[in-house]
């Protein structure tokens, strides 16, 4: 399965406050890792140290390629208690892509029936594509009926590779995954598989999450990652191509 993934894009460089590399230190290390397609997601405000929002307003910019990879542009937002997101549509429309996240830094635990519902909530933004790391049961989600939402809004669940480098920190982790993933293999809704890097040596870093997926047989045609025309169809990307 490792051969065939081509692309991350869940990736954080030093802009997001506790992150280590540079934009082109990210792309240079995809490129050596032969990635075709590099998404660069930057924190949203309410995580210590990120961007402000201005930030997202001029990712025009920064190239299309460095060093044979394509860039992409998004950001990690969080979802709120209040089934919000954390930055303005204004700034949400200048990106390519947004992933939504629960996070302990701006979120705090109302029960599984209603946190499903607040990240539900966040999927219906048309540049949601993307929930990140839905795995940890210090915020439990009702996977059921996440994954229906997911197909049901255009939205792929993801597998966070970094969950299991910190999988004494996510509670039941990975038994949430295995439940996870076995409903979107019968619901038939697709998986993006992420690095979630905080540093250029670990773009690309997926083998903790493929070991998973091999284990439970998922089904390939599911996982974003090994096409990147599979993925720009996915969030509906037009301009690649300048």
């Given at each position: 399965?490792?051969?065939n993934?081509?692309?991350?894009?869940?990736?954080?460089?030093?802009?997001?406050?506790?992150?280590?590399?540079?934009?082109?230190?990210?792309?240079?290390?995809?490129?050596?890792?032969?990635?075709?397609?590099?998404?660069?997601?930057?924190?949203?405000?309410?995580?210590?140290?990120?961007?402000?929002?201005?930030?997202?307003?001029?990712?025009?910019?920064?190239?299309?390629?460095?060093?044979?990879v394509?860039?992409?542009?998004?950001c990690?937002i969080?979802?709120?208690?209040?089934?919000?997101?954390?930055?303005?549509?204004?700034?949400?429309?200048?990106?390519d892509?947004?992933?939504?996240?629960?996070?302990?830094?701006?979120?705090?635990?109302?029960?599984?029936?209603?946190?499903?519902?607040?990240?539900?909530?966040?999927?219906?933004?048309?540049k949601?594509?993307?929930?990140?790391?839905?795995?940890?049961?210090?915020?439990?989600?009702?996977y059921e009926?996440?994954?229906?939402?997911?197909?049901?809004?255009?939205?792929?669940?993801?597998?966070?590779?970094?969950?299991?480098?910190?999988?004494?920190?996510?509670?039941?982790?990975?038994d949430?995954?295995?439940?996870?993933?076995?409903?979107?293999?019968?619901?038939?809704?697709?998986?993006?598989?992420?690095?979630?890097?905080?540093?250029?040596?670990?773009?690309?870093?997926?083998?903790?999450?493929?070991?998973?997926?091999?284990?439970?047989?998922?089904?390939?045609?599911?996982?974003?990652?090994?096409?990147?025309?599979?993925?720009?169809?996915?969030?509906?990307?037009?301009?690649?191509?300048?």
């Amino acid at each position: 399965m490792k051969q065939n993934f081509v692309l991350d894009i869940h990736t954080h460089t030093l802009a997001s406050g506790h992150a280590y590399g540079t934009i082109r230190e990210m792309a240079q290390t995809a490129s050596e890792k032969n990635l075709k397609l590099l998404g660069i997601s930057e924190h949203a405000p309410g995580i210590p140290g990120t961007v402000e929002p201005i930030y997202f307003s001029t990712l025009y910019v920064v190239p299309r390629q460095l060093y044979g990879v394509g860039i992409i542009h998004g950001c990690e937002i969080n979802v709120l208690n209040d089934g919000s997101l954390s930055l303005e549509q204004k700034y949400i429309d200048r990106l390519d892509y947004a992933i939504a996240g629960i996070h302990e830094q701006c979120y705090h635990d109302e029960g599984r029936k209603k946190n499903t519902e607040n990240v539900i909530s966040c999927m219906k933004n048309e540049k949601v594509f993307f929930i990140s790391h839905p795995d940890d049961d210090h915020t439990p989600l009702d996977y059921e009926l996440l994954v229906q939402a997911a197909k049901k809004y255009h939205v792929a669940l993801e597998v966070n590779n970094n969950t299991f480098r910190r999988k004494k920190k996510r509670l039941n982790c990975v038994d949430n995954y295995k439940t996870m993933l076995k409903l979107c293999m019968e619901y038939q809704s697709p998986v993006i598989v992420s690095s979630d890097a905080h540093d250029p040596s670990l773009v690309g870093e997926f083998s903790e999450a493929q070991k998973l997926l091999e284990e439970i047989c998922f089904d390939e045609k599911l996982i974003l990652n090994t096409d990147v025309e599979k993925l720009y169809n996915f969030i509906h990307f037009k301009n690649h191509a300048e």
